[in-house]
């Protein structure tokens, strides 16, 4: 029963495909290619024009400095020092933030060393501060239900994050070629925005930063989003 979820989640991965190639050979176009069975990649030239476009004609509304500002602003608070998230998102009722990805990294590997110096034990390792990371197994490490919940955040944040690259660079007259996602074994997603790289290299190194930073950005605005909806819900409950 443990690993029942984890096989449910590739059934239903498998039908899927099945779908797709029942589909195809029926003649109708599907905008996916599958790779081996286990890799689905969709990519969009329409995306460009009917979304990251429009996106970026809104963005040239806004002065250029504030755009550098806010997406390079958050992408370096978030890389080095912290991710400015309210912790109400986990169940605390403070506002601040998390120890940024580099911090706990570095933080980890000086744990690490200190307990193999030191013959610490797992646990003993734990409680001397290291943040220990498990993969999200459905059935195994989280719930069957809890990894549906995850696999559609994922998603909404992997679609933003990439539309925001898109739109940014849309700002600055860069020209994006196409747009879209995969997926593996609905264990690992994936987005991207195909960006023309000869004229992102040809801006200057402000707007380049600007570009790469814009998708931590909207992930910092996705978390605040989503912890005023749960706010608005629980108010509503109450």
């Not at 509304?61 to 912290?82: C, D, H, N, Y």
């Not at 013959?119 to 989280?142: D, M, N, W, Y």
């Not at 992102?200 to 950005?217: K, M, P």
Request: aromatic share 10%; proline share 4%.
């Amino acid at each position: 029963m443990q690993y029942l979820g984890l096989l449910i989640v590739i059934a239903a991965w498998f039908v899927i495909v099945g779908i797709i190639y029942l589909l195809r050979s029926l003649g109708i176009n599907v905008p996916v290619k599958v790779y081996y069975g286990v890799f689905i990649m969709l990519r969009d030239e329409e995306l460009v024009k009917e979304v990251i476009a429009p996106l970026g004609n809104l963005l040239r509304r806004l002065p250029s400095w504030l755009v550098i500002a806010l997406t390079v602003g958050f992408f370096s608070i978030s890389m080095f020092i912290i991710v400015p998230i309210p912790l109400t998102i986990m169940g605390i009722n403070a506002w601040g933030g998390l120890p940024s990805m580099l911090y706990l990294m570095f933080r980890n590997l000086i744990l690490m060393v200190i307990a193999m110096m030191h013959r610490l034990s797992p646990i003993e390792t734990v409680r001397s501060g290291f943040t220990p990371l498990a993969p999200l197994i459905p059935g195994v490490t989280v719930s069957l239900y809890t990894f549906i919940y995850i696999i559609v955040a994922i998603g909404i944040g992997i679609l933003l994050h990439e539309l925001a690259h898109g739109a940014v660079s849309s700002r600055y007259g860069i020209r994006i070629k196409s747009g879209g996602a995969f997926a593996l074994l609905f264990l690992a997603f994936g987005g991207f925005v195909e960006i023309d790289e000869e004229e992102l290299r040809n801006r200057s190194i402000l707007i380049r930063l600007a570009v790469y930073s814009s998708g931590v950005f909207m992930n910092v605005v996705l978390a605040y989003v989503a912890v005023a909806i749960v706010e608005l819900a629980m108010m509503s409950l109450n």
